[in-house]
């Protein structure tokens, strides 16, 4: 398509976009001049009536969309694979903001405002990376999430532990953005260009040409970088003292938001720009590369669910989860499959549905009783069933137990492993998993078979209660009917991902 100005382009398509942005920039006006005078919750609906008016404009642009659609030289680029992880975002952004305003009463972050119109420009950078075809605006969007990241996991100032992960997590997010950058200067040195599907078919030349170390280096690099955003190994020591020194509904953003837009880079990015380098004994994606890669959801796994079991703080616990999780969602790249899109996205979905409801029930039990030890979901059972149950429904899909949404997000990903013959890989998977029952079922220990400093009922928001038992029903739902799911992926996404050209015959 010839265009000469920026008013020849539709920019309907970017509409989701737009509204983020433009709510994002109210909101910062609003709380500016109207200030004390609003209430907290105020704030919070007006950001969530954001978020869903941008998931109508999604699904609005997945229905208008023909083929891919593509702005300034092809910098970003609107596509189906872009809108499935866009609307995994916007959910996981409604989600947190559910969680965040009956947190917000506690009174534990002051600035209400910042807090929201800071989530808003952290989900508008996610849905940037997942839409970015160039290096340039991939790079805006990372690091528009992770300034707002930084900032918010620091937003509890009164909190040691608060102000000390957010320092940790700005340094080890700068020191990851610095090799992030290295390894695309390695991309723009060897090719010439910022496009990633430019870049894909340069760096062929390049790697015939002799520079084919620099091209491994450069895919090296940019795995270590892009690791730390996904918290894989070896980038991942972060996680366990962000994730407990973050208010809690950001420590649920980051485990599901944030980490999706991490897996959206290392689709877009490293896939498409080095699937067709040639290696020693074929494509270097699917041998050396993927090796890499196997590498890193070995460890993650391993490393994970090890340090898991000694964990006595819940949400520290669940970070170990979360990097063993990252090593989970590795698997399908090693190599990839036709179905590996699916795979990915359906783990993430339950994911989703997961985080959020075990971290609205940990929100609701570690207030109550003032700590973040495993010991306050003592005698859970006792004070609230219906909570206890489905935090046990939530562990038990974490654990990838059958009927429930995660059993099946592990099955697809064992089979995509055997199907490639990473039998290795698969025997990682399975014995990780066993190690894992330990402590998931330590908190269902705990609710079930151990007293509780008190039996007087647990106070339950309304709002919570429902928001838990309706993530319980769906993770039991697609747990027992996990092809209403992906025959909705197969029927909405075109199965090659838009990446045109760039795939063999066998992904088209």
Do not use: C
């Not at 340094?171 to 040195?189: D, E, K, N, P």
């Not at 330990?438 to 919570?464: H, N, S």
């Amino acid at each position: 398509m010839d265009v000469n100005t920026i008013f020849s382009y539709d920019w309907s398509y970017l509409l989701p976009e737009w509204i983020i942005l433009g709510f994002a920039t109210f909101l910062s006006l609003l709380d500016l001049f109207a200030g004390k005078r609003l209430g907290k919750t105020v704030l919070g609906w007006l950001t969530l009536v954001g978020v869903v008016l941008a998931g109508v404009f999604v699904f609005v642009t997945m229905n208008a969309l023909d083929k891919p659609y593509s702005y300034m030289a092809d910098m970003i680029r609107i596509d189906d694979y872009g809108n499935a992880f866009k609307l995994l975002f916007l959910a996981g952004a409604a989600f947190t903001l559910l969680l965040s305003i009956p947190y917000m009463k506690q009174g534990e972050v002051k600035h209400s405002g910042e807090y929201y119109y800071l989530l808003l420009t952290g989900l508008l950078g996610a849905m940037v990376m997942a839409s970015s075809a160039d290096l340039i605006t991939l790079f805006v969007g990372l690091e528009l999430l992770s300034l707002s990241s930084y900032v918010l996991v620091g937003l509890r100032k009164t909190s040691l532990h608060s102000n000390e992960s957010a320092f940790k997590y700005v340094v080890s997010g700068g020191i990851a953005t610095a090799v992030t950058l290295f390894g695309m200067s390695y991309l723009y040195g060897l090719t010439g260009t910022t496009n990633i599907y430019e870049i894909s078919s340069r760096l062929v030349h390049a790697s015939l040409a002799g520079y084919q170390f620099l091209v491994y280096a450069a895919f090296a690099f940019l795995a270590v970088g892009l690791a730390f955003k996904i918290s894989a190994a070896p980038n991942h020591m972060w996680a366990p003292d962000v994730y407990q020194g973050a208010p809690t509904p950001v420590t649920a953003f980051l485990a599901v938001v944030s980490k999706a837009a991490g897996f959206a880079l290392v689709f877009r990015l490293l896939m498409i720009a080095f699937f067709q380098v040639p290696g020693e004994a074929g494509r270097f994606f699917f041998e050396e590369g993927s090796l890499y890669l196997a590498v890193m959801a070995a460890a993650s796994m391993i490393i994970g669910n090890t340090m898991a079991l000694r964990q006595t703080n819940v949400k520290r616990m669940m970070a170990y989860s979360g990097i063993a999780q990252a090593g989970y969602l590795l698997v399908p790249f090693v190599p990839p499959t036709t179905l590996f899109f699916g795979e990915v996205m359906f783990y993430l979905f339950a994911y989703l549905l997961v985080i959020f409801g075990a971290f609205a029930v940990i929100m609701v039990v570690t207030r109550d009783q003032q700590t973040e030890e495993l010991k306050a979901f003592a005698g859970l059972y006792h004070r609230s069933p219906l909570l206890a149950v489905s935090m046990s429904i939530f562990l038990l899909s974490l654990a990838g137990i059958p009927i429930t949404a995660g059993f099946f997000g592990k099955f697809y990903l064992f089979m995509g492993a055997i199907a490639q013959e990473n039998y290795w890989l698969a025997a990682i998977m399975i014995a990780t998993s066993v190690v894992s029952y330990y402590y998931y079922f330590g908190i269902i220990r705990q609710m079930y078979m151990r007293p509780g400093t008190t039996e007087a009922p647990l106070a339950v928001p309304k709002g919570i209660g429902a928001f838990v038992l309706v993530l319980a029903a769906a993770t039991v739902f697609f747990g027992a009917l996990p092809g209403v799911a992906t025959n909705y992926l197969q029927a909405q996404f075109n199965p090659s991902f838009n990446f045109g050209d760039m795939l063999p015959p066998e992904f088209q």
